[in-house]
């Protein structure tokens, strides 16, 4: 699970034995205090006792891979700013902590423990911080752990300004989406347009494959981990009508990665479809075979499984003249790769290897594991559909959360790797901002590059280019 190590120090030395409460053994259906634990697992519990669980005392401190999994699940049933509160609240009034007269020893032991809660929280959930209910009860909070220690308002002062660079670099990014998306637009002069092509940007697939690396580590290093459970929202009967997520927008770095894999399987169709020569269209087609088997090499599954889903539309799939001029045999181990039948069993195999190589990696870019995306999803929408939020006592169901939060927590050690390829700017923004055919606009550039075969695809190229030359 995510870890923040910067206070560890201070827990050590103010006589804090994390695994004190950890280490008391949980009987097979052992309840405590509204938790309920089962093969010494915590299974279930009621949202009070769970905030409860989350909060340190004089002995006990949250195992990390609780605070993550709680921090992770509870926006379901409450939203941040309001278990900001109670966490607040908590930390002031059960360790007296508003009490001027309370013993200085007591408050040196708690305070590491409560900045530490925070800065786990700070660090793993930052978005969360973009309301301000959050930042004020943030700052009231650690001004009155940090009164009268200077040493505790540095590590204050710290967590805040790594906070606020977070949410300061997010602004930046989402600006530049939006300027981004606002430069790609479709093209439908597609028969009087000559736009530029890949090929005359950059005729490496080597290069190209390490420029879809840096966009792809980008946007992930952009997900928050909460959007992948704020994207399944779902009322249940005993959930409270209000939503329990912030006025922006939920999931909106996911959607844009989402976004991302679509574009660029339009962007491939687009540039295989675009050269009128069959000679030209062939050499596109080897060219992003070699760029896709270059990302397989990398580690970079989601742009693979882009490209080969850009080949495989059917305005380019029906280019038999074309295919047939290919060399396929790269092309085919590709598919094979990522083929989705028994639930993408060869995939999900070789992911599993990347992952392995990642953790014994020596070098930064043997680290890169960036996962079929759409498949991740999915993977988490099956596991949150499978199982009630709720067990029929109205207790939480955390074993749920658990695995949930482990699937998560793997997603979050991969979108820190930062990518060590050297940045290639005209490609970069090439990738990114090239215009791309609508799915229409790519049915006519493939009839006009070979010609409709039946009656059917004759009927349907006459509409396309009364629909779409009318609108020139």
């Not at 749920?400 to 940045?423: D, H, I, N, T, Y």
């Not at 695809?457 to 609108?471: G, I």
């Amino acid at each position: 699970m995510p870890q923040t190590p910067l206070l560890t120090g201070l827990l050590v030395s103010s006589g804090y034995n994390k695994n004190l409460y950890q280490n008391q053994t949980k009987e097979e259906g052992y309840s405590n205090a509204g938790l309920y634990y089962h093969d010494n697992t915590l299974v279930s519990g009621s949202l009070e006792a769970l905030i409860h669980h989350l909060v340190p005392s004089m002995d006990y401190y949250p195992d990390m891979t609780y605070s993550f999994t709680f921090l992770l699940s509870s926006r379901l049933f409450i939203h941040p700013y309001e278990l900001m509160s109670k966490v607040c609240h908590l930390c002031v009034e059960q360790q007296r902590l508003s009490d001027p007269q309370a013993d200085k020893m007591r408050i040196r032991k708690m305070a590491p423990k409560i900045l530490q809660l925070l800065q786990e929280w700070t660090e793993t959930f930052p978005y969360d911080f973009r309301d301000e209910r959050m930042m004020r009860s943030l700052k009231e909070l650690t001004q009155r752990l940090a009164s009268g220690d200077e040493l505790y308002r540095k590590v204050v002062h710290q967590m805040i300004q790594v906070l606020i660079r977070k949410l300061t670099s997010l602004s930046h990014y989402e600006e530049a989406l939006v300027k981004i998306n606002a430069t790609a637009t479709d093209r439908l002069t597609v028969l009087k347009a000559k736009p530029q092509a890949m090929l005359s940007i950059c005729n490496d697939p080597f290069t190209v494959a390490q420029q879809l690396t840096h966009i792809e580590l980008e946007r992930l290093s952009y997900i928050g981990p909460e959007e992948f459970i704020q994207a399944f929202e779902k009322k249940g009967p005993l959930d409270n009508d209000k939503s329990c997520f912030s006025d922006h927008k939920k999931a909106s770095n996911l959607e844009a990665y989402v976004e991302w894999f679509n574009r660029l399987s339009f962007m491939v169709a687009t540039e295989i479809c675009m050269p009128v020569k069959k000679k030209q269209r062939v050499r596109v087609i080897e060219f992003f075979i070699d760029v896709a088997r270059e990302c397989f090499n990398i580690g970079n599954f989601n742009s693979l499984m882009a490209i080969i889903s850009g080949m495989n539309m059917s305005p380019v799939s029906r280019l038999k003249k074309t295919w047939s001029k290919v060399k396929t045999a790269k092309f085919d181990i590709l598919e094979h790769q990522m083929d989705p039948s028994s639930n993408f069993y060869n995939y999900r195999t070789a992911f599993r290897g990347a992952t392995q190589r990642s953790r014994t990696a020596n070098s930064t870019r043997e680290k890169i594991v960036i996962p079929f995306f759409s498949l991740l999803i999915k993977d988490i929408y099956f596991l949150n559909e499978g199982c009630s939020n709720r067990m029929q006592n109205g207790h939480i169901n955390f074993e749920k959360f658990w695995e949930m939060a482990k699937q998560v927590s793997e997603f979050m050690v991969w979108k820190k790797v930062e990518c060590p390829f050297e940045k290639d700017r005209k490609i970069l923004q090439y990738l990114l901002t090239a215009p791309v055919f609508s799915e229409d606009t790519l049915c006519l550039a493939s009839y006009d590059s070979e010609g409709p075969e039946n009656n059917m695809e004759k009927d349907r190229w006459k509409s396309l280019r009364s629909t779409l030359l009318s609108r020139v």
